[in-house]
C-alpha cells in the first residue's frame, strides 16, 4: 500500500514562490506517473503537472512558465515548484501517484494562500 504525505503549503504574497513536497511511503513504480492537482472550494479538481515514465512532462496552461515538476527517485519524492504566485493560485493541493495498475494515491492536501 502507498501513502502520500504532503508538505510546504502556506501563505505567500502574490508574486512570491513556494516549493510543495510529496514523500511517498511503499513501492513507487517508476511505469508510473506522479503529479500535482488543486481543488478550490465548490470547483473539480485539476491536474496542474504531471511526469510520467520516460520523463514527459505536462503543465495545465494556468501554471505553464511558473511551475517546475520534478522527482528524486531516491528519495520516493516529488516536488512542484512554483513561482510568481497569483491570487488564483490559492488552492488545496494534492499530490498524486497513478500506478500502472490504474491506481491513484493522493496526498492529505496541503493549502496554498496567495495574499498580500
Known amino acids: 500500500q502507498v501513502q502520500l504525505v504532503e508538505s510546504g503549503g502556506g501563505s505567500v504574497q502574490p508574486g512570491g514562490s513556494l516549493r510543495l513536497s510529496c514523500t511517498a511511503s511503499?513501492?513507487?513504480?517508476?511505469?508510473?506517473?506522479v503529479g500535482w492537482y488543486r481543488q478550490v472550494p465548490g470547483k473539480q479538481r485539476v491536474q496542474i503537472a504531471r511526469?510520467?515514465?520516460?520523463?514527459?512532462?505536462n503543465y495545465a496552461d494556468s501554471v505553464k512558465g511558473r511551475a517546475t515538476i520534478s522527482k528524486d527517485n531516491a528519495m520516493n519524492s516529488w516536488y512542484l515548484e512554483m513561482r510568481d504566485l497569483k491570487a488564483e493560485d490559492t488552492a488545496v493541493y494534492y499530490c498524486?501517484?497513478?500506478?500502472?495498475?490504474?491506481?491513484?494515491?493522493w496526498g492529505q492536501g496541503t493549502q496554498v494562500t496567495v495574499s498580500s
Open positions: 511503499g513501492t513507487i513504480n517508476k511505469w508510473g506517473a
Open positions: 498524486n501517484y497513478w500506478s500502472p495498475s490504474g491506481v491513484d494515491y
Open positions: 511526469l510520467n515514465s520516460g520523463n514527459y512532462i
